[in-house]
């Protein structure tokens, strides 16, 4: 999957702060991490609350978007939730 489909499919935004924001705050740059859902990803908006220029890398940005939905008991088995299938 590609940036630009992706976007259509974030739900959730969280900075490297683990504080959850706004999916209309995300900067273009932010990382995308999304689980495949059925038919539609979820994605989750990830970046860091130090700036547009200080991204969380790929791992850290799945960490914190595993660790939001976690939280919000989005996951069947919230105890070992599934590694996310995209990273963008």
């Known amino acids: 999957m590609k940036r630009e489909q992706a976007l259509r499919y974030v739900s959730y935004a969280v900075d490297d702060a683990l504080c959850e924001r706004r999916v209309d705050e995300a900067p273009p740059n932010a990382r995308l991490v999304g689980w495949q859902c059925g038919f539609e990803p979820l994605f989750v908006a990830v970046w860091s ?8 890398d790929p791992a850290e940005a799945a960490e914190y978007a595993t660790d939001l939905l976690v939280e ?5 088995d919230n105890d070992n939730p599934p ?6």
């Open 49 to 56: 609350y130090l700036g547009d220029d200080c991204l969380p």
């Open 72 to 76: 919000k008991k989005w996951f069947t």
């Open 83 to 88: 590694e996310p299938d995209y990273v963008l």
